[in-house]
């Protein structure tokens, strides 16, 4: 772990050469995430009876007891990889994660979230320009971004420290008046439980709630202690889990990402703000 100063973070838009650090920081956070689902799919009554029945089937034609077994759970995964979400996508869309990192960044270069630490301290944080590695050449973008594209990008925050992107948050287009989406945080694992998740999720909160939003969703991959617990201790409520009237109307707008025989692949968190 390193000890992260709050008060020198900068939480501002993505910029175009943030791309490949994002994209780096995706990867790592989503490390085991996939097979995690896989596994809670391939443990649920009905697929473990699906397997059975395959297997018994297979048992009459092949006459090795543990080929009848292992072949129908081999062919389920290769299934499930193919036809999951990939584990760099965006977690409760359906759309590459590309539409986010590479598009998002054309938002107002000069944005930032307000830093409460800063305030507190009375410090005033420093950006530094990013590294770059030696004999790299910047490469130019080729990808069409469209005005419809851009549009339905969302956002992409970092968390800038002297430079380095310590973490983001991804927050999706505006598909409804009052409500954001939280489809995305990640921290670098050298920088977790340094209070660094809660200061970009809080201050998105606070921006969102002057722009008007009254409610933020955040998708959590299925299954995620970690996740729920995280989101539970910023004030979040699974959707559902109360007997409220609106819940209703709202599990039908804002419903978990569903996979292999309709298995909720996320758990979907609300906040009133």
């Given at each position: 772990m390193v000890r992260v100063e709050l008060d020198q973070v900068?939480?501002?838009?993505?910029?175009?050469?943030?791309?490949?650090?994002?994209?780096?920081?995706?990867?790592?956070?989503?490390?085991?995430?996939?097979?995690r689902l896989i596994l809670h799919i391939l443990t649920r009554p009905l697929c473990l009876f699906i397997l059975?029945?395959?297997?018994?089937?297979?048992?009459?034609?092949?006459?090795?007891?543990?080929?009848?077994?292992?072949?129908p759970v081999f062919l389920l995964i290769v299934f499930l990889k193919i036809t999951m979400p990939r584990s760099t996508g965006v977690l409760g869309s359906s759309r590459p994660y590309w539409d986010y990192v590479g598009s998002s960044y054309r938002g107002?270069?000069?944005?930032?979230?307000?830093?409460?630490?800063?305030?507190?301290s009375g410090k005033t944080p420093v950006t530094k320009a990013p590294r770059r590695r030696l004999g790299t050449k910047e490469k130019e973008s080729t990808e069409k971004i469209t005005?419809?594209?851009?549009?339905?990008?969302?956002?992409?925050?970092?968390?800038d420290c002297e430079g380095d992107?310590?973490?983001c948050i991804f927050r999706e287009s505006e598909s409804r008046a009052g409500v954001r989406r939280i489809c995305r945080l990640v921290i670098g694992?050298?920088?977790?439980?340094?209070?660094?998740?809660?200061?970009?999720?809080?201050?998105?909160?606070?921006?969102?709630?002057?722009?008007?939003?009254?409610?933020?969703?955040?998708?959590?991959?299925?299954?995620?202690?970690?996740?729920e617990v995280f989101f539970r201790k910023l004030?979040?409520?699974?959707?559902?889990?109360?007997?409220?009237?609106?819940?209703?109307?709202?599990?039908?707008?804002?419903?978990?990402?569903?996979?292999?025989?309709?298995?909720?692949?996320?758990?979907?968190?609300?906040?009133?703000?």
């Open positions: 900068v939480m501002r838009r993505m910029r175009e050469d943030d791309i490949e650090a994002v994209k780096a920081l995706i990867k790592e956070g989503c490390e085991g995430t996939e097979n059975a029945v395959l297997s018994s089937i297979l048992r009459c034609l092949v006459h090795s007891f543990i080929l009848a077994l292992a072949i107002t270069q000069d944005e930032t979230l307000q830093n409460p630490y800063a305030r507190i005005p419809e594209r851009e549009q339905t990008a969302g956002q992409v925050w970092v968390a992107i310590l973490g694992s050298w920088y977790r439980r340094e209070g660094l998740g809660r200061l970009l999720v809080q201050s998105l909160e606070q921006k969102e709630s002057q722009r008007g939003a009254d409610r933020v969703y955040a998708h959590v991959p299925y299954p995620s202690k970690v996740g004030g979040y409520l699974q959707l559902g889990e109360q007997n409220d009237e609106d819940d209703g109307e709202e599990v039908k707008l804002e419903h978990p990402e569903r996979g292999f025989l309709g298995y909720p692949l996320t758990k979907v968190f609300y906040k009133d703000l």
